[in-house]
């Protein structure tokens, strides 16, 4: 049971280009988050989805888009990738009725 | 406007004594509180939760308490170990919680020998 996985750990990207950060959960959770960390600062919720095939937006959605075709895996697309999107990703997932979510271990992106 | 706040950036306690964090919220619509644990490099860590119908809740080292009146809720670990060495972040969520937690910017707990 590897909980919620995230793929890559490490990422540079060049301004302009486009990228998707992978995410996969294994408990059979409903609700499935993306979350960016900013240096200093707590986590702010990208997009949601509580599942298949229904995504929301979050508090800083804008730069990014997702999608949710099965209930194990929420793909984070990132298209022109701008340095203002330099952070950590994580992904999360809940079964929604115990609201606790679980958190993958992360994807650190630099965008120079 | 930070909904949750976490206002000392850090915190230094000797090993075996007790660690309190502290939290506040401004949204009375939270009504769901968890505390979370990050180590650096990787995802944080659920630690323990608490429900708005509650005032306390236990688990082994680590209480929470919450006060609804004062919107404040905080975190006790006794006694505090190295391995407690971590940042913690305290996370809340309206009703079913399906938007998404809340989160303030975390205090770094040091555990001194």
């Known amino acids: 049971n590897a909980g919620v996985t995230q793929t890559p750990k490490f990422r540079i990207l060049k301004i302009g280009q486009s990228m998707t950060l992978q995410c996969a959960q294994d408990?059979?959770?409903?609700?499935m988050y993306w979350y960016r960390q900013d240096p200093g600062m707590g986590l702010k919720l990208i997009y949601y989805?509580?599942?298949?095939?229904?995504?929301d937006k979050g508090e800083v959605p804008n730069g990014y888009n997702v999608s949710r075709s099965t209930t194990e895996d929420f793909p984070l697309r990132l298209e022109l990738a701008a340095p203002s999107q330099t952070s950590v990703y994580f992904c999360?997932?809940?079964?929604?009725?115990?609201?606790?979510?679980?958190f993958g271990p992360g994807t650190r992106l630099t965008v120079t | 406007d930070q909904q949750v706040k976490q206002n000392s950036p850090s915190l230094s306690v000797q090993e075996g004594r007790i660690s309190i964090l502290n939290c506040d919220y401004t949204n009375s619509m939270f009504d769901y509180f968890l505390w979370y644990k990050k180590y650096p490099a990787e995802g944080p860590t659920f630690l323990i939760s608490i429900s708005s119908i509650k005032d306390k809740n236990e688990d082994g080292r680590f209480t929470v308490f919450l006060n609804k009146s004062a919107k404040h809720l905080s975190l006790h670990i006794v006694p505090s170990q190295p391995g407690d060495s971590a940042v913690y972040f305290c996370a809340a969520s309206a009703f079913e919680g399906a938007d998404g937690l809340t989160f303030g910017k975390g205090t770094h707990l040091i555990i001194q020998p």
């Open positions: 999360a997932s809940s079964n929604g009725l115990a609201r606790t979510q679980y």
């Open positions: 989805s509580v599942g298949a095939g229904i995504t």
């Open positions: 408990m059979n959770h409903n609700y």
